[in-house]
T-cell receptor, first 111, second 112 residues
Framework: NAGVTQTPKFRVLKTGQSMTLLCAQD?????MYWYRQDPGMGLRLIHY???????AKGEVPDGYNVSRLKKQNFLLGLESAAPSQTSVYFC??????????FGPGTRLLVL | DAKTTQPNSMESNEEEPVHLPCNHS???????IHWYRQLPSQGPEYVIH???SNVNNRMASLAIAEDRKSSTLILHRATLRDAAVYYC?????????????FGPGTRLSVLP
């Protein structure tokens, strides 16, 4: 039982490049989330999903897209990376309104 | 949206109790009070949550004021491993997802 895993752990991008962050959970959770955390700040919700095939915007969705084609996976895409997207990205999952379980994070540096 | 206010930082000695306060004066009747903590270089982890009554689990206790405008997370015996940032979060069950807001939290230092 791995819980929530994130791929990759660390990535460096040049401005304008694209990439996809993968989140996987093996707890059969319905809800999944993507957050970003900037230095010295709390987490901010980017997008979330309440089930397979559904997604919704969070607090800071601009510049990101998401997809939930399979229940266990939640993908976060950056189509054209910008330096302002340099951050640590956390994925989380939960049953409907219960505890959120977080992954270890992906550190992204955009030059 | 209901917001929370926490001290930026606190210090405690090892093996002593720690009381982490949180103010949420605009809390609504459908807001649950959640506490998470984030150890260095890790994702946040759940600590405890409650609605109106005080709650206990193996990690901590949550004391909720009678008017629900404040709460206190209690670590009964701090260890070095409890050094982390502690987040007090309100979750409105009627507006799920968009209201799960992490503020800057309280950075707890535990001195040996």
């Amino acid at each position: 039982n791995a819980g929530v895993t994130q791929t990759p752990k660390f990535r460096v991008l040049k401005t304008g490049q694209s990439m996809t962050l993968l989140c996987a959970q093996d707890m059969n959770h319905e809800y999944m989330y993507w957050y970003r955390q900037d230095p010295g700040m709390g987490l901010r919700l980017i997008h979330y999903s309440v089930g397979e095939g559904t997604t919704a915007k969070g607090e800071v969705p601009d510049g990101y897209n998401v997809s939930r084609l399979k229940k266990q996976n939640f993908l976060l895409g950056l189509e054209s990376a910008a330096p302002s997207q340099t951050s640590v990205y956390f994925c989380a999952s939960s049953y409907v309104l219960e505890t959120q379980y977080f992954g270890p994070g992906t550190r992204l540096l955009v030059l | 949206d209901a917001k929370t206010t926490q001290p930026n930082s606190m210090e405690s000695n090892e093996e002593e109790p720690v009381h982490l306060p949180c103010n949420h004066s605009t809390i609504s009747g459908t807001d649950y009070i959640h506490w998470y903590r984030q150890l260095p270089s890790q994702g946040p982890e759940y600590v405890i949550h409650g609605l109106t009554s005080n709650v206990n689990n193996r990690m901590a206790s949550l004391a909720i004021a009678e008017d629900r405008k404040s709460s206190t997370l209690i670590l009964h015996r701090a260890t070095l491993r409890d050094a982390a940032v502690y987040y007090c979060i309100l979750r409105d069950v009627l507006n799920y997802g968009q209201n799960f807001v992490f503020g800057p939290g309280t950075r707890l230092s535990v001195l040996p």
